[in-house]
C-alpha cells in the first residue's frame, strides 16, 4: 500500500482538497457510521472547521484522498470542551498551546487490518507524532468510541481516559489523552 500524507492548515490546501475531505467525512460519519451529523451538499462540515484547524491529508497511490484528521489547539473552542464536555466526567478541558485535538479521523476502510488497526492508519498516527514534535506538542486529547480506544490500547499507544465511556447517539463514546512519550513512540517507531 502506497500512500502520502500531508499536514497543512486549512489555509494551504486547495478547494478540491478541503471538498474530498469533507465528502470522505460524509461518506464515513453519515454513511458508514450512520451518525447524526448535518451534511451539505455531500460534505460534512462542523463549526469547527471554520476555526483554520490544521489537517491531515491521506491519500492512495492513485493521488485519491482517503483519510482524514482534524487538529486544533486547545486554546481556542475544541469539540472535547464545547461539544462533548459531559466526558471530561467534572475535569477541567486542557487549554495550552502543548495539547492539541485530534478530532473527525476518516479513513477509507482496507483490507490489511487483522484485528488492529490497518497500516494507513498506523501511518496517520506516526504523521500526528512528528508533526507534534515539529510544533511542540506534548500530547492530544480526542473523543472517540470504545472500540477505537481498544485499538490503539492493542497498538501499545499510551493513553489515558478521562472518565468513564458514555452514550452519545450511537456510540459509546470516551474522551483520551494521547501522550507521546516513549511507549507511544515505541509502539508506532520500532
Known amino acids: 500500500m502506497e500512500s502520502s500524507i500531508i499536514i497543512e ?6 478547494k478540491v482538497e478541503l471538498c474530498d475531505i469533507h465528502k470522505l467525512r460524509a461518506k464515513v460519519f453519515k454513511d458508514r457510521m450512520g451518525w447524526e ?3 451539505l451538499s455531500g460534505m460534512e462540515i462542523d463549526g469547527y472547521d471554520a476555526l483554520d484547524p490544521y489537517y491531515m491529508v491521506i491519500r492512495n497511490k492513485t493521488d485519491d484522498v482517503c483519510g482524514c484528521w482534524r487538529l486544533l489547539p486547545t486554546e481556542g473552542p475544541y469539540m472535547l470542551k464545547d461539544t462533548f464536555p459531559e466526558l471530561l466526567h467534572g475535569e477541567r478541558a486542557p487549554v495550552s498551546e502543548r495539547v492539541w485535538e485530534l478530532s473527525r479521523f ?24 512528528t508533526f507534534a ?10 473523543v472517540t468510541t470504545v472500540a477505537i480506544e481498544r485499538l490503539l490500547r492493542h497498538a501499545g499507544i499510551d493513553i489515558t481516559r478521562f472518565g468513564k465511556p458514555l452514550n452519545i447517539g450511537k456510540e459509546r463514546a470516551i474522551a483520551l489523552e494521547i501522550h507521546l512519550e516513549e511507549k507511544t513512540r515505541s509502539a508506532l517507531f520500532q
Open 37 to 39: 451529523v448535518p451534511i
Open 133 to 142: 514534535d515539529e510544533k511542540g506538542i506534548d500530547k492530544y486529547v480526542t
Open 9 to 14: 492548515p486549512r489555509n494551504k490546501l486547495n
Open 106 to 129: 476518516a479513513i477509507e476502510t482496507e483490507s490489511d487490518c487483522n484485528f488492529g488497526f490497518a497500516q494507513r492508519a498506523m501511518e496517520a498516527m506516526r504523521k500526528i507524532v
